[in-house]
């Protein structure tokens, strides 16, 4: 049974830092591509940011390399460091994990965790 938590995220000034943590079990990680969603209210869920099966990354362009994932395998620990945050970067942020090749898109993921709320002002 795989299981996904976030945590990290809070209420920040415009350029502040966060970084958000998942922590997972179920053998979520090996074989699979994990990676970070954002929702803002009524918009879609957008992929943020995601590490292939491969070990390799995937980021949205729009985020211009302000965030970072990074993944401690033996820990279960998915990290998303997020730099000079800006007010539309405020969203409700996810954690998920699908197949090999999922990439950035939401319908490739099979679990996903309840969400950490970020908030920038």
């Known amino acids: 049974h795989v299981q996904l938590v976030e945590s990290g995220g809070g209420s920040v000034q415009a350029g502040g830092n966060l970084t958000l943590s998942c922590v997972a079990s179920?053998?979520?990680?090996?074989?699979?591509?994990i990676g970070w969603f954002r929702q803002a209210p009524g918009e879609p869920r957008e992929g943020v940011a995601s590490?292939?099966?491969?070990?390799?990354?995937t980021y949205a362009d729009s985020l211009k390399g302000r965030f970072t994932i990074s993944k401690d395998s033996a820990k279960n620990i998915l990290y998303l460091q997020m730099n000079n945050l800006r007010p539309d970067d405020t969203a409700m942020y996810y954690c998920?994990?699908?197949?090999?090749?999922?990439?950035?898109?939401?319908?490739?993921?099979?679990?996903w965790g309840q969400g950490t709320q970020v908030t920038v002002s």
């Open positions: 998920a994990a699908g197949p090999l090749f999922a990439g950035l898109g939401p319908a490739g993921y099979k679990y």
């Open positions: 179920g053998n979520a990680f090996p074989g699979t591509c």
């Open positions: 590490i292939h099966g491969d070990g390799g990354t």
